[in-house]
């Protein structure tokens, strides 16, 4: 398909020399720990980045699982275009939140505006509304750590007993049925899930719910419902957790899942269990239907799919900005911004960064939204 050959296209985006001041905040954590030949490329991406009216600083929050994107591309635009923007990433509650008050320029959101925060947003797009925008596709990894256990095998019933307290240990039956050539320790099991309210939690837990309803009973949600396991904020902060403690398991965006943490194959009931890549998560989200009205790009995942490679747990990042009603003197570098992104060379930055691009399809009809933004 012509993601697939977008995605063989996709530039290596490592470390890139930036000149200029640039404000970021909690990016310490969010290294993304990608090298390669950076110079070269930043500046021919850099040169195709059209800047029009972009002047001044931006401010955004939003969606962590997008960090590591977000700050790769905000380097390329700093560079082109000189503009500010600062990404907070203090997850999708914080970022709709702030959009709502009308105290950012844009939020990042993996999942859709729900009805009453379409309202809320009224109030600051005058004459207009807050719309998704459909940005960044990836998998939700479940990262775990446990010593002498490289390839891991989970479904949604185990994973749902897991997060809901009612297995405790890694030699349970449930997991060694799934993993019957693994040695696995008899080593308690330390789930971690967002202490914030989390884009990533709602795709992970609407995946649950979808998969296994008889054994999670939760409402999916940005907030956490099940009982016990342990927290940390975003998700920088849940995979620290499990790469320092011995029996850890959590969710987290695919870019994440690194340095000694590795990332559970899912059984979702199709011939092999699914690994979490970019290419297996881009299978799931070319099914994916837009359910938005309007210039609202929302899609509905199918989170209980058994198609063959298709990875379950997959998560679109929404950038949500006013339709109508921006103020004038972030709209030009906000819709500069939101253009470069959504753009071919913006998208190719995702690939090789554990982020899967949009379809054409869907990237094409964002691209003529955004045009449109007043």
């Not at 290596?12 to 310490?28: D, P």
């Not at 799934?178 to 884009?199: M, V, Y």
């Not at 194959?265 to 998560?281: C, F, K, M, R, Y």
């Not at 995702?350 to 939204?369: G, H, S, W």
Request: hydrophobic share 40%.
């Amino acid at each position: 398909m012509k993601l697939q050959r977008m995605n063989r296209r996709a530039l290596t985006l490592g470390a890139l020399a930036v000149s200029g001041a640039l404000a970021l905040t909690a990016c310490g954590s969010d290294d993304t720990g990608n090298g390669g030949d950076s110079t070269s490329s930043a500046t021919a991406a850099a040169g195709n980045i059209k800047c029009d009216d972009a002047k001044g600083q931006l401010l955004a929050d939003g969606s962590s699982a997008q960090k590591n994107a977000i700050d790769l591309w905000v380097k390329q635009f700093t560079q082109a275009c000189g503009v500010q923007i600062n990404y907070k990433g203090g997850g999708s509650g914080a970022g709709i939140t702030a959009f709502t008050q009308g105290t950012v320029a844009f939020a990042g959101s993996d999942s859709a505006l729900k009805p009453e925060e379409v309202e809320a947003s009224k109030k600051i797009c005058s004459g207009g509304q807050g719309i998704d925008l459909p940005m960044v596709g990836g998998p939700v990894a479940v990262g775990y750590n446990v010593p002498g256990v490289d390839n891991l095998v989970l479904d949604a019933k185990t994973l749902a007993e897991i997060f809901d307290s009612k297995i405790t240990n890694w030699n349970d039956a449930a997991i060694k049925k799934l993993n019957p050539e693994a040695e696995l320790p008899d080593l308690k099991i330390q789930a971690f899930h967002r202490s914030d309210e989390s884009g990533t939690t709602d795709n992970f837990t609407k995946y649950l719910a979808a998969a296994a309803p008889d054994d999670w009973k939760y409402e999916p949600g940005k907030a956490w419902q099940a009982k016990g396991g342990q927290s940390a904020a975003q998700s920088s902060g849940v995979a620290q957790q499990v790469k320092q403690t011995s029996g850890a398991i959590s969710y987290m965006e695919l870019s994440y899942a690194k340095d000694g943490i590795k990332a559970a194959s899912i059984d979702t009931g199709a011939g092999e269990p699914v690994a979490a890549t970019v290419e297996n998560a881009t299978k799931a989200i070319a099914a994916a239907k837009v359910v938005g009205t309007g210039t609202d790009l929302a899609l509905e995942l199918d989170y209980a799919t058994k198609a063959e490679g298709a990875y379950p747990i997959t998560l679109v990042t929404y950038e949500i900005v006013c339709d109508k009603g921006n103020k004038a003197e972030t709209l030009p570098a906000t819709k500069a911004f939101l253009n470069y992104i959504a753009s071919e060379d913006g998208q190719k930055v995702l690939a090789d960064n554990d982020y899967a691009p949009m379809p054409d399809e869907i990237i094409t009809k964002v691209r003529e939204t955004i045009s449109n933004l007043s």
